[in-house]
C-alpha cells in the first residue's frame, strides 16, 4: 500500500509538474467570465507607462482601458522588471503584457502579438560633448540599458559593453554620473528623460526601428484575435493617435 501510494503522489506531481510548463493564457470567454483583464507591466517607461499619485497611467494604459470597455471588462494592473513581464506572460501568469514591447521574431517562438500599433525606434542618448556621434562610435565604448530590452539584446549582439539595469531610471543615472559612456532606450522614452536636464543629448543617427505591440499567452489566440479588430480600429479612426496627441507626443504608425 506504501508502494502504491508513493507511486500515486509520484504520478501526481509529475503531472502538475507538465501541466505548470504547458501553461496557456486565458481564452476570449475565460476573461469575459473572469471580468477583467490581468496586465503586467514595468511603470517606468514614459509616456507609454509611469507612475503619477500612485497609480499606473500613460499611453498604452490609455489604449488598453477603450480595449477592455470594448471587451466589457476590468484592466487590473499589476507592476514588476521588465524582464520579469515577459517571463509572467510566456508562462501565462497573467493575461497580457505591456511595457513597449517589441514584436520580434524571437519573442514571438515564445509568446503571441497583437497587430503593432506604434513604430518606435531605439536612440542613443550622451553627455553633452561627447566624441560619441553615432553607432559607429559605440565601439569599445560602455553603454547602459534596461534589462530584457531590445536594447540589452542588439548592443550585446553587437558586442558593446552593456551595464544593464531593471529601471531605465538607473540606466540614465549610469550615464549621468559617468559609469557609462552612452545610453540605449526607446526614443519617446528618451525624449522625455532627457528633458529633465542632466546635461544630456539624443543622437540623430538610431539605432533600430521596430513595432510595439501587446503581448499574450499562447493558448489566448481568440482573445489576440478580438484585441486585435478592437486595435485595428483604433489606429485606423485615428484614436491612438490622439492620445499621443494628449500627451505631446509625434504618433508613428507601424
Given at each position: 500500500?506504501?508502494?502504491?501510494?508513493?507511486?500515486?503522489?509520484?504520478?501526481?506531481?509529475?503531472?502538475?509538474?507538465?501541466?505548470?510548463?504547458?501553461?496557456?493564457?486565458?481564452?476570449?470567454?475565460?476573461?469575459?467570465?473572469?471580468?477583467?483583464?490581468?496586465?503586467?507591466?514595468?511603470?517606468?517607461?514614459?509616456?507609454?507607462?509611469?507612475?503619477?499619485?500612485?497609480?499606473?497611467?500613460?499611453?498604452?494604459?490609455?489604449?488598453?482601458?477603450?480595449?477592455?470597455?470594448?471587451?466589457?471588462?476590468?484592466?487590473?494592473?499589476?507592476?514588476?522588471?521588465?524582464?520579469?513581464?515577459?517571463?509572467?506572460?510566456?508562462?501565462?501568469?497573467?493575461?497580457?503584457?505591456?511595457?513597449?514591447?517589441?514584436?520580434?521574431?524571437?519573442?514571438?517562438?515564445?509568446?503571441?502579438?497583437?497587430?503593432?500599433?506604434?513604430?518606435?525606434a531605439?536612440?542613443?542618448?550622451?553627455?553633452?560633448?561627447?566624441?560619441?556621434?553615432?553607432k559607429?562610435?559605440?565601439?569599445?565604448?560602455?553603454?547602459s540599458?534596461?534589462?530584457?530590452?531590445?536594447?540589452?539584446?542588439?548592443?550585446?549582439?553587437?558586442?558593446?559593453?552593456?551595464?544593464?539595469?531593471?529601471?531605465?531610471?538607473?540606466?540614465?543615472?549610469?550615464?549621468?554620473?559617468?559609469?557609462?559612456?552612452?545610453?540605449?532606450?526607446?526614443?519617446?522614452?528618451?525624449?522625455?528623460?532627457?528633458?529633465?536636464?542632466?546635461?544630456?543629448?539624443?543622437?540623430?543617427?538610431?539605432?533600430?526601428?521596430?513595432?510595439?505591440?501587446?503581448?499574450?499567452?499562447?493558448?489566448?489566440?481568440?482573445?489576440?484575435?478580438?484585441?486585435?479588430?478592437?486595435?485595428?480600429?483604433?489606429?485606423?479612426?485615428?484614436?491612438?493617435?490622439?492620445?499621443?496627441?494628449?500627451?505631446d507626443e509625434?504618433?508613428?504608425?507601424?
Amino acid at each position: 500500500m506504501k508502494k502504491f501510494i508513493a507511486l500515486a503522489l509520484c504520478a501526481i506531481m509529475t503531472l502538475t509538474m507538465f501541466t505548470g510548463c504547458g501553461a496557456k493564457g486565458k481564452t476570449l470567454d475565460e476573461v469575459k467570465e473572469a471580468g477583467k483583464l490581468v496586465i503586467a507591466t514595468s511603470p517606468d517607461f514614459p509616456p507609454f507607462e509611469t507612475i503619477e499619485g500612485g497609480e499606473v497611467v500613460g499611453i498604452e494604459v490609455d489604449i488598453m482601458n477603450l480595449i477592455c470597455k470594448e471587451l466589457g471588462v476590468e484592466l487590473e494592473i499589476v507592476q514588476m522588471d521588465f524582464d520579469t513581464v515577459l517571463v509572467g506572460i510566456q508562462s501565462a501568469k497573467y493575461d497580457c503584457g505591456m511595457s513597449g514591447i517589441t514584436a520580434n521574431e524571437d519573442r514571438k517562438k515564445n509568446m503571441l502579438f497583437t497587430v503593432p500599433y506604434y513604430e518606435a525606434a531605439q536612440v542613443i542618448v550622451v553627455k553633452e560633448g561627447s566624441d560619441i556621434k553615432g553607432k559607429a562610435d559605440l565601439e569599445g565604448k560602455s553603454v547602459s540599458v534596461q534589462t530584457g530590452t531590445t536594447a540589452d539584446e542588439g548592443c550585446k549582439e553587437a558586442g558593446y559593453n552593456v551595464q544593464a539595469f531593471a529601471a531605465n531610471a538607473d540606466a540614465k543615472a549610469a550615464l549621468t554620473t559617468g559609469k557609462v559612456d552612452a545610453w540605449v532606450v526607446d526614443n519617446l522614452t528618451a525624449i522625455q528623460m532627457v528633458e529633465e536636464g542632466d546635461g544630456l543629448v539624443i543622437l540623430e543617427e538610431k539605432m533600430t526601428t521596430e513595432p510595439y505591440a501587446f503581448a499574450f499567452a499562447f493558448g489566448s489566440e481568440d482573445l489576440v484575435a478580438e484585441i486585435d479588430k478592437i486595435l485595428t480600429k483604433l489606429i485606423e479612426d485615428g484614436t491612438i493617435e490622439e492620445i499621443f496627441a494628449n500627451y505631446d507626443e509625434t504618433y508613428f504608425k507601424p
